[in-house]
C-alpha cells in the first residue's frame, strides 16, 4: 500500500530549493545516498529561514530542528533532474512550530 505524501496546508506559504545530484551523492547501491538527504534537510530549512527573516530577528531567534524523520519513496537516481526540497511551516505553539516539513522530489518521474 503507497505511503500518503504530506502536503501543506492551503493557507501555508510552500519556499523552494533546486537541489543538484552530485556524483559524490551516489552510493554503492547506485542512488543518492540516505545521508545525502539529511544534508540537504539543513540546507532547505537553512535557506528557508535565511530568505524569510532578517539578519536583526535572525541575531534574536534560531530555527532549530529537535526531530527528522525521513519516508523513502523512491530513490533520486544519478540522471536525476529538477529535484527540489518544497518547505512549509506548520502550526505555532508559542515560540515553537508543530511540524516543519520538506518534501524532496524529482517531478520528472512518478513516484512508485
Do not use: C, K
Not at 538527504?37 to 535572525?58: C, K, P, S
Amino acid at each position: 500500500m503507497a505511503r500518503a505524501v504530506l502536503e501543506p496546508r492551503a493557507d501555508r506559504e510552500i519556499f523552494v530549493v533546486p537541489l543538484e545530484v552530485r556524483p559524490e551523492h551516489i552510493d554503492e547501491n547506485g542512488h543518492v545516498n540516505n545521508v545525502v538527504y539529511v544534508g540537504w534537510l539543513q540546507d532547505a530549512g537553512t535557506a528557508h529561514w535565511n530568505a524569510r527573516f532578517d539578519e536583526a530577528t535572525r541575531g534574536r531567534w534560531s530555527w532549530v530542528g529537535t526531530r527528522h524523520e525521513i519516508d523513502y519513496f523512491r530513490p533520486l537516481m544519478p540522471d536525476s533532474t529538477g529535484v527540489v526540497a518544497r518547505t512549509w511551516v506548520g502550526d505555532p505553539h508559542g515560540p515553537r512550530f508543530n511540524l516543519s516539513l520538506i518534501h524532496i522530489s524529482e517531478p520528472t518521474r512518478p513516484r512508485l
